[in-house]
């Protein structure tokens, strides 16, 4: 399964949230960034063409006056011909990675911002039903500042599972993302703990229950 | 009061929609249209200045992918610095004038786009709460093309009235709107049946429900 990221930031190199997030990228090899800055009528049938190869796109941007920069939208307004989105898009997924210098709480009937990011973002998921996408839950990640190592170590996984996983409400599913993921990393840091939570977890494939626990000890352990 | 209309639009000058709305406020001395075409820095303070000075701000455009064309978010995301919006809109009334290519029907939950026009147009009622203005009920127009000469009437009124009345719950308050700006149009046209009009909607301020009919059959004469 293919992704493709599509980032806009309007200081993309000084962000640490977008280094934090390429960093992440750097060991998927199924998923390419693509960064959209200034609107070039010479790059569109590039990524025209990029959208039609991939399986899930992403839209990834700070929140901007309750939207996307008003950059990537000038590309969307030019990427979505009805060629594209009558034809190309059928049945791929729609994910949305979006940054916020306020809290999560905020976001809410009767919180500072009174709307939900769900309630904001609405006219992505208009774009994704027009195109007969699947429109995913939006990955929201706030005050990235602010945020404890720790944090930061279960906000890479999910938002690597969250580009890379099959969607599935099946468990087996996002157990198999953890064991490939882990055989993987395992292949480049070659430490024996991790050979041995891989072990336990094909081990207990059939223990929902006892495998749930190990996942939550292997984050500890990465 | 003061009107500041902000437009946007890629083919401006080709558009009938925006050509009729140019042409409803041609007659309105406190209303002011400025284009924004691309983004130049240079602007930034000149309009800035005109949106303190203005009561009602308007941000006119067609709908593009169920929210303003890209131009126009890039402007926002420009104009909308803390200076700005901390302390001089406070009080302000903000409105949306949308045009769009589908019916207003299609706008609901089980229509073709499934979302309301006020769910899609969040972040305008959000970007008002933060700058602590008065978000106005959207003002919009679909198949602007399709529509007969007596339907093209009846919004040209509306939308003047969109644009200059003082919004007020109170009847009295929309009545003197009528008169004053038939009071106008008479000095221009010089027709005894509008001098007739007025001197009918004055002799009658009392008669609201009387009112009420004259204003329909007002509506039908002009």
Same mark, same amino acid.
Request: no cysteine.
């Given at each position: 399964m293919k992704t493709l990221i599509l980032v806009t930031h309007p200081n993309y190199d000084e962000s640490n949230t977008q280094s934090f997030f390429k960093e992440a990228c750097s +060991?998927?090899? /199924?998923v390419t960034i693509y960064r959209l800055a200034e609107y070039k009528a010479t790059e569109v049938l590039v990524l025209q063409q990029l959208i039609r190869e991939t399986d899930r796109l992403i839209f990834q941007f700070p929140l901007y006056w309750y939207s996307c920069p008003g950059e990537l939208k000038i590309w969307i307004d030019h990427l979505w011909t009805p060629t594209l989105y009558q034809q190309n898009l059928v049945g791929k997924e729609l994910g949305i990675v979006v940054s916020t210098?306020?809290?999560?709480?905020?976001?809410?009937?009767?919180?500072? +911002?009174?709307? /939900?990011l769900s309630e904001l973002l609405r006219p992505f998921e208009a774009l994704a039903n027009k195109s007969k996408m699947l429109f995913m839950p939006i990955f929201s990640l706030a005050?990235?500042?602010?945020?404890?190592e720790e944090e930061k170590k279960v906000i890479l996984i999910n938002y690597q599972q969250y580009l890379t996983k099959i969607n599935s409400p099946q468990f087996k599913i996002k157990e198999q993302w953890f064991i490939d993921n882990l055989k993987k990393k395992n292949k480049m840091i070659q430490t024996d703990s991790l050979a041995q939570v891989i072990h336990q977890l094909e081990e207990n494939q059939d223990y929902l229950l006892s495998l749930q626990d190990s996942l939550a000890e292997m984050k500890e352990e990465l």
């Open positions: +060991e998927l090899e /199924t210098g306020v809290s999560e709480e905020a976001f809410q009937a009767g919180g500072q +911002e009174k709307f /939900t005050n990235f500042n602010y945020l404890s």
